[in-house]
């Protein structure tokens, strides 16, 4: 099974500010990378597919890239509503693996 | 709207069996996959298994096969997640979500459904 492992594990960022959350796969991935924003007491919701590509509704300073086993989530300028859990997912074959999460706290 | 909506939340005894569904709506039901994905209390997202209501092929994380049955009823629009037994361990929620046909990304998910196994 494909293993992914994202860092850090937990962020302290202020409003307004760039963060970037990684993520690596134990074996190449092309490009089948997924990433996810969890809210407390909320299922998870779609952002990035395909390592780069936005998903319908999402906003644009949300933005993904990578490829082989290396990819990144990068939120441009942070937004009150941004603080909650990523989460990274492989989809090159079952199962569809996750990371084990990165919580985007405030500072 | 494609919507997933699942069943209520559970308070189950250890060793009972449990069945939860999740009802697709708003799209072509059997031509998308279907998976489930647990998420124990405080902790992150695992990925259970994954069945096509279509011909009910159904495929399973090592770490869940043998633990849980996946399956679906195409009459209804309605995938199920089931135990036979359940252990205190079960106690989690369970997202059932579709998966995406171009790129494979989980693109609409249900809001869960809480299982509490508790003597």
């Known amino acids: 099974d494909i293993q992914m492992t994202q860092s850090p594990s937990s962020l302290s960022a202020s409003v307004g500010d760039r963060v970037t959350i990684t993520c690596r796969a134990s074996?190449?991935?092309?490009?089948?990378l997924n990433w996810y924003q969890q809210r407390p007491g909320k299922a998870p919701q779609l952002l990035i597919y395909a390592a780069s590509s936005l998903e319908s509704g999402v906003p644009s300073r949300f933005s993904g890239s990578g490829s082989g086993t290396d990819f990144t989530l990068t939120i441009s300028s942070l937004q009150p509503e941004d603080f909650a859990t990523y989460y990274c997912?492989?989809?090159?074959?079952?199962?569809?693996?996750f990371g084990q999460g990165t919580k985007l706290e405030m500072k | 709207e494609v919507q997933l909506v699942q069943s209520g939340a559970e308070v189950k005894k250890p060793g009972e069996s449990l069945k939860i569904s999740c009802k697709g709506s708003g799209y072509t039901f059997t031509s998308y996959w279907i998976a489930w994905v647990r998420q124990m209390p405080g902790k992150g997202l695992e990925w259970m298994g994954i069945?096509?209501?279509?011909?009910?092929?159904?495929r399973y994380s090592p770490s869940f096969q043998g633990q849980v049955t996946i399956s679906a009823d195409k009459s209804v629009n309605t995938a199920y997640l089931q135990w036979s037994s359940l252990r205190a361990s079960d106690t989690a929620m369970y997202y059932c979500?579709?998966?995406?046909?171009?790129?494979?990304?989980?693109?609409?998910w249900g809001r869960g459904t809480l299982v509490t196994v508790s003597s």
């Open positions: 979500a579709r998966r995406d046909n171009n790129w494979y990304a989980s693109d609409k």
């Open positions: 997912q492989h989809s090159a074959d079952t199962p569809y693996t």
């Open positions: 069945i096509y209501p279509g011909n009910s092929d159904t």
């Open positions: 074996q190449s991935i092309t490009r089948t």
